[in-house]
């Protein structure tokens, strides 16, 4: 059972100006690098680019899914990379933004990038920005000098990482998304018009998230604790298992159906997502909620 952190979740802080990135990021082995490129079926970019950082998102979308089973599993999440790695690679797991999102930094700094992690607060639906990091997204710079936003760990969202310094609208497979400044300094990430988070861009160490995560985790309040999700991008459009209902989108095309039985809902898990469960995760919480974040 996992102690729950004493520190509360942290309070919104102003951006500083020239504030540094944490120091001594965790810096991954050749192996780890090579083993997490075969993980997401992908090439070593020959450089630290825009090309190889576009390709390595995109195949991260397609093969690593976006889900809360260890919430439903009773397993510890553990905000630490080498855990992380272990999760994505090792037992080649998913998990929410800040296990993807952060195991996707640890391959981008293996492989020439520089990442910062910045704290996000998600948009409900009444327009209200949620907790101070409710969410976690990358800012990535490229040998070339290049920023961009990227963000493997939000469901159904941008296929590309967007260019930061670009305000104008940015055409996407997953919509048309811009960035547009506020008066606090912060950037929200508008898909289609709609707000969906707001990114403080202060870079943030990743001890910083373990309030948020357990908030996520715990809380009666979020809908992880209440809800069951496993959602993967694919070539034609997402597959998704919600609890026990499998929902398949290939471009206009939706359909939903029930599984019949845990050894239907194992099967999917093990052929739709590569992942095999010695135990189906029980929503002890709330009713499932389908729409992944």
């Known amino acids: ?41 992908a090439e070593r970019p020959d450089r630290a680019d825009a090309e190889g950082l576009r390709e390595l998102h995109l195949r991260h979308l397609r093969t690593v899914p976006f889900e809360n089973l260890s919430i439903h599993l009773g397993e510890d999440i553990v905000l630490e990379e080498k855990a992380l790695l272990d999760k994505v690679i090792g037992a080649h797991r998913g998990g929410f933004c800040y296990e993807i999102n952060t195991a996707f930094a640890v391959l981008l700094r293996g492989l020439g990038y520089r990442v910062s992690l910045l704290q996000a607060r998600v948009f409900g639906p009444e327009g209200r920005v949620g907790i101070p990091y409710d969410h976690m997204a990358l800012l990535v710079e490229t040998v070339d000098g290049e920023r961009w936003l990227a963000d493997v760990g939000f469901g159904d969202h941008s296929h590309f990482p967007l260019r930061y310094e670009d305000r104008s609208d940015q055409a996407d ?121």
């Not at 059972?1 to 965790?26: L, N, Q």
């Not at 009666?220 to 604790?225: A, K, L, Q």
């Not at 999700?229 to 209902?245: F, P």
């Open 173 to 293: 497979p997953g919509g048309v998304f811009r960035l547009v400044d506020t008066a606090e300094g912060d950037v929200d990430v508008l898909r289609d018009g709609k707000p969906q988070y707001r990114v403080e861009l202060r870079p943030r160490g990743l001890a910083d998230f373990t309030a948020g995560a357990w908030y996520h985790r715990t809380s009666p309040d979020s809908h992880f604790p209440r809800s069951l999700v496993c959602s993967l991008l694919t070539e034609e459009g997402r597959i998704t298992l919600s609890d026990r209902k499998l929902i398949t989108r290939a471009g206009s095309e939706r359909d939903e159906r029930i599984l019949d039985g845990e050894d239907e809902v194992r099967g999917a898990y093990r052929e739709l997502f590569g992942i095999e469960l010695d135990a189906l995760p029980v929503v002890r919480g709330g009713i499932s909620d389908s729409n992944p974040r």
């Open 1 to 41: 059972m996992t102690t729950r952190p004493t520190a509360s979740v942290p309070s919104e802080s102003p951006v500083p100006s020239g504030a540094p990135v944490p120091s001594d990021p965790f810096v991954p082995t050749a192996g780890d690098v090579r083993a997490y490129l075969r993980r997401i079926d």
